[in-house]
């Protein structure tokens, strides 16, 4: 395998793009291997190892063909660069590979740079000049959005102003065609001239894009669904354009001159809102990224010849002393050096249960301590933190994620060739027939509007409205009507454990009384004791004593010690409890205890002893509870032919015991999260379709990489953020109302693409004239106009169908 570059690509709007692209790029020397995504409008290269990349180049094959490099600009304030040579720093900065150009300002002392953010980022470019000399430069944003964000907020607002403009415009071209229909008026070419005024706009500012990407394409033999509207809208306003200013073609070849204005300005504005829909739902892919991102505290406390001073997290090197304090995040990964913690890991690990540190423990960057203070050494910072990691994981997978071949761009591309073909073999027939020169346009012409796909605009829109609508009342929301494709061939579903098939937090599962007291006493006097504590398995045992109805008492004195437990007094008694430490230290025998466990078969379980006046009184284990749902949702996809698995982070046995009680055969524990997406990528390649059903940070690589992310609702917004689906409720039961909405959806929007073209396909040789030698008969437009709001009418209801479905 030889080097593997990844570019931002601007320009991308359909499938027809995406091959374009990737010829391009493959054009260039040294290239063997190009993968793009339209989704994330990024492009992976994998370059020959002896061969060097040459972003100049590329650039400029890029915009030959209509598209452009994604490149960042950032400003750096230097102190003293008015002292240097400018074209030496320019020079020494351009060796760098990602940046394309460099400016700097003497007077302003500005160094302004253009990079590629994909090979070089900004801490990269202030170590190179740092190594120049220039150790104070300063970025003068305060904080420089994702270079994704600052495209796709320029596409969609270009996108909204657009749609806006041809939207009002479009009103009042159908308010007119209302009052035509409605009113009989005089001297409608007086109206007609008025209609071409509101529609030149919409069709040369609000479809110049598709005209512009139709030209592109047809120099390139590629046919697309924006040829598809550049072929359709172009024919109704020219034809139109004729028939107001040049009316006497019309009249002499014996037709009153018609005009179509609003199915040009219709169908450039209904593609319009869709192409705004699909900006929004793009510009949602880095929030992902965002919410990974904000899990690292912005400062740190480091500690520093015996001082506390709190630093932004950049300026933290490998080495240095952190303070961290109970309910903090911790800000970079590191080593325990004084101190003890207990630890919330499970949103990088999904372990269920906290984590008890100390010293020589390794904690990592974005995990929650609970309880205690300590201090650790910073063992990795910037990228090569776990988080970072991650970080990077969700990137590739939402990069490598293949892009779905679009129906409309499918069809666009046997559709287009074809009605082009045709419109042309009747102009030739006709013409050498000796019908002459207008006989034969205006049955050419014909056909394209004929064609023209007014429903085209509606197929996939209404679909999806309807259906985000339908699974909104449910409780369920569909990110990405992409993956919708997915759900009729998914075959497998990996399911998370810790929040997704239980609920992630700790209850009490069983008690054993050992001696000195009864069952009831003994929780009693422990949830008693553990009032005041924020220990989660103090909080279950709380719980469990309210569930039996037990009184719960205010010790009357309270001490918490840290990666121990708590010791109390009540009624006159000293109470203990916590673990095994906790008690030997309080010099509380243990014999028997081990044989006990054993006997239980619970050794390895999560437990707490409970010990009154020196002598140990009673066990409790605790347990992450299983969803009731669970059992019935993994049952029901058996039953389709989906197979189940499990993918947890959790230790072995605790795994298998819920792999087991759920009868799920192929289960992986204490898996990592990049091990996770690992697992993904290995099913994929032995063919399987699958679905991945997660809550968690840790979720977030393998939700990405998946044909199909779920998220639950309640879990973290990283999850949601990475999904493709998200269920609201925490009931795993919507799930299987999330697969079956999207397979119905998947074929609504199938089914519309067929009508959509049903009609026309007809017509289109009623319109070339076949009927014409035999009876006479030539398609008048009024038909024509009439079989494109029929189809349009057929597909807004067969969406509405959508609406009355049982889930």
């Keep these: 395998m030889g080097k593997v570059f990844e570019l931002p690509i601007v320009g991308m709007t359909c499938a027809a793009c995406v091959k374009r692209v990737t010829d391009l790029l493959l054009k260039i020397p040294g290239v063997k291997k190009v993968s793009v995504n339209l989704i994330t409008e990024k492009a992976v290269l994998e370059v020959e190892e002896q061969s060097s990349l040459d972003l100049k180049v590329i650039r400029k094959t890029l915009q030959k063909g209509g ?172 034809y139109s354009f004729l028939a107001t200013f040049f009316p006497n073609i019309f009249l002499a070849y014996g037709q009153q ?25 793009k510009h949602k892919t880095t ?59 499970s949103v990088i690990t999904g372990e269920s249960l906290p984590v008890e540190k100390k010293t020589g423990d390794k904690v990592i960057g974005g995990t929650l301590n609970l309880t205690g203070s300590f201090k650790l050494r910073v063992t990795e910072i910037g990228k090569d933190t776990v988080l970072a990691h991650i970080i990077r994981l969700v990137k590739e997978a939402q990069a490598t994620k293949p ?178 430490r906790l008690i030997e230290e309080a010099g509380v025998s243990l014999e028997g205890l081990d044989s006990l466990l054993e006997k239980e078969n619970q050794e390895k379980g999560s437990y707490i002893l409970v010990a009154v006046d020196g002598r140990l009184c009673c066990v409790v284990w605790f347990v992450d509870q299983i969803k009731p749902e669970a059992f019935e949702v993994l049952q029901a996809l058996r039953s389709k032919g989906i197979k189940v698995g499990m993918l947890t982070g959790d230790v072995w046995d605790t795994a298998k015991e819920v792999a087991h009680k759920l009868q799920i055969d192929e289960f992986w524990a204490e898996v990592l999260p990049q091990e996770k997406a690992l697992k993904i990528e290995e099913l994929k390649e032995k063919g399987k379709v699958v679905a991945m059903v997660g809550d968690g940070v840790n979720d977030a690589p393998a939700l990405a990489k998946a044909h199909l992310g779920v998220a639950i609702g309640s879990g973290t917004e990283v999850a949601s953020a990475t999904a493709d689906i998200i269920l609201v409720k925490d009931d795993l039961r919507d799930f299987l109302k999330a697969l079956n909405l999207a397979s119905i959806t998947y074929k609504k929007i199938k089914q519309n693409f067929f009508w959509a073209f049903f009609y026309n396909l007809i017509l289109i040789p009623v319109a070339a004239g076949v009927l014409y030698p035999f009876f006479g008969i030539l398609l008048k437009p009024v038909f024509a106009s009439a079989s494109m709001a029929f189809s349009s009418l057929f597909v807004l209801i067969n969406s509405l169908r959508l609406k009355k479905i049982n889930l």
């Design 67 to 238: 598209y452009d490099l994604g490149v960042q600009r950032v400003a750096f304030k230097i102190e003293k660069l008015s002292l240097g040579d400018p074209i030496a720093i320019e020079k020494e900065v351009l060796k760098v590979f990602g940046i394309i150009k460099a400016s700097a300002n003497l007077a302003t002392e500005e160094l302004v740079l253009d990079y590629v953010p994909t090979l070089v980022d900004q801490e990269d470019i202030k170590k190179i000049l740092s190594r120049l000399g220039y150790d104070q430069a300063v970025i003068l944003q305060e904080e420089v959005e994702f270079y994704e964000e600052v495209f796709r907020k320029k596409e969609q607002q270009e996108l909204k102003k657009r749609f806006l403009i041809s939207a009002v415009l479009t009103g009042f071209i159908l308010l007119d065609m209302l009052t035509h229909i409605f009113w009989h008026l005089e001297k409608r070419e007086i109206f007609n001239y008025v209609l071409f005024i509101l529609t030149t706009p919409v069709v040369f500012y609000g479809g110049g894009s598709f005209f512009k990407a139709a030209f592109k394409g047809l120099t390139h033999l590629s046919f697309n669904m924006n040829t598809l509207i550049a072929l359709g809208t172009g024919a109704a306003y020219g």
């Design 257 to 281: 001159p018609q005009v179509y204005y609003e199915t040009a300005a219709v169908i450039i504005t209904l593609i319009l809102f869709g192409r705004l829909l699909e900006a929004k739902a």
């Design 287 to 345: 929030e992902a990224i965002k919410k990974l991102a904000s899990l690292q505290p912005s400062k740190a406390r480091v500690i520093k010849e015996g001082f506390e001073i709190e630093v932004p997290i950049k300026e933290v090197k490998v080495g240095d002393i952190l303070l961290v304090k109970p309910g903090e995040r911790i800000p970079l990964d590191g080593n325990i050096i004084e101190g003890i913690g207990l630890v919330d890991q």
């Design 403 to 580: 892009s779905i071949q679009r129906l409309a761009d499918r069809i666009a591309s046997v559709f287009v060739p074809l009605v082009i073909g045709i419109s042309l073999f009747t102009f030739i027939v006709w013409f050498f027939l000796g019908y002459g020169l207008t006989f034969s346009l205006m049955n050419a012409i014909s056909v394209l509007v004929v064609a023209c796909p007014c429903a085209l605009g509606l197929a996939t829109p209404t679909a999806i409205a309807v259906a985000t609508g339908k699974a909104a009342e449910e409780n369920i929301l569909i990110k990405n009507p992409e993956s919708l494709e997915y759900t009729n061939r998914l075959n497998y579903v990996v399911f998370d454990k810790t929040g997704t098939l239980t609920y992630g937090q700790p209850v009490v599962s069983k008690i054993k009384v050992i001696s000195n007291c009864s069952e009831k006493e003994a929780i009693k006097l422990a949830a008693s004791a553990e009032k005041n504590s924020e220990h989660p398995l103090g909080k279950a045992l709380l719980n469990y004593a309210k569930q039996i109805g037990v009184d719960i008492l205010d010790p009357e004195e309270f001490y918490y010690l840290p990666g121990k437990g708590v010791v109390a007094q009540l009624e006159g008694k000293e109470i203990l409890v916590g673990n095994k």
